[in-house]
């Protein structure tokens, strides 16, 4: 199974999950939390304990005794953890990265562009409390030079554009990004995209999905007939795009893999997994 579809049905799972769990005002032990992802304590206006769960955020102001909803989305949560400067942030799927700093009485959002990522790490120096760094579900570091609200890349990618991708990425813009990614990081999690089990996500075209498992005869094909699956992937030859639009947009695409990927596009991909 592809990594971003075994991803989604395990999320999917948890979600489904969370129609029985607490709500943010019901209270409960710690023998009853939610199994925790990650834990972080934080002063804010007086000292706590916060908790990343499969069934959202959760805050003890008892050392640990009691636990209280401190979100109200009950969504699979996959990282928390507090930076030097004192912030506290957390990935709650399907919202992406949420903050809370000092004296602040609630989370909020900070940026959801991470398409078919999530957080599982994130952390800031004191003296650039803007700069992040985070590491992805696929073991990967990314960066934000803006506190979160965008992010980029640090893994390879041939980034000298050929004039054939340089034209793909136009392409893309116009026509892929929009559920595709900025960059090909796959459709950002949505609550009908985790609950609903006859919504198909758009896939990543970067590293991290499977494009890289077939030919550019297949991509082609694909990219001109359109997906039989669903018909949120058209048949882009009817809206006027050409066998050479779809080289050059599959050209921007090998520019977002790696050499591994490359290598190993289409069936020589079973070798590499």
């Known amino acids: ?13 948890l979600c489904c999950t969370l129609l029985t769990s607490v709500s943010r005002a019901e209270t409960v032990t710690l023998e009853n939390l939610p199994k925790p992802k990650g834990v972080a304590q934080y002063t804010g206006t007086t000292p706590q304990l916060h908790a990343a769960t499969d069934k959202g ?57 991470f398409g078919g990522q999530v957080l599982t790490q994130l952390t800031a ?32 990618g041939n980034r000298t554009l050929t004039p054939s991708a340089v034209q793909g990425e136009k392409l893309f813009t116009t026509y892929c990004q929009s ?18 089990e006859k919504y198909i996500m758009a896939p990543a075209l970067d590293y991290s999905a499977h494009a890289w498992h077939h030919t550019d005869e297949a991509l082609v094909q694909m990219i001109l007939e359109g997906s039989q699956r669903t018909e949120r992937m058209p048949a882009w030859s009817k809206q006027g795009l050409t066998k050479q639009d779809a080289v050059d947009l599959i050209a921007y695409m090998k520019s977002l893999w790696g050499k591994r990927e490359l290598d190993c596009q289409g069936p020589k991909h079973m070798q590499c997994m």
Not at 87 to 109: C, H, T
């Open 1 to 13: 199974m592809p990594i971003q579809l075994r991803n989604l049905v395990h999320l999917t799972a």
């Open 57 to 113: 955020l959760f805050v003890s102001r008892d050392e640990g005794r009691t636990w209280n909803l401190s979100y109200p989305f009950k969504l699979p949560a996959t990282m928390i953890n507090t930076t030097a400067d004192g912030s506290l942030y957390a990935f709650v799927v399907a919202k992406g990265l949420l903050r809370i700093r000092s004296n602040e009485p609630m989370w909020r959002p900070v940026g959801n562009q």
């Open 125 to 156: 120096a004191a003296d650039e409390p803007n700069r992040l760094v985070g590491l992805n579900q696929f073991g990967k570091i990314i960066l934000s030079d803006d506190g979160g609200a965008s992010w980029q890349k640090t893994y390879p």
């Open 179 to 196: 559920c595709h990614g900025l960059e090909g990081v796959g459709e950002t999690y949505t609550l009908e995209a985790l609950t609903s």
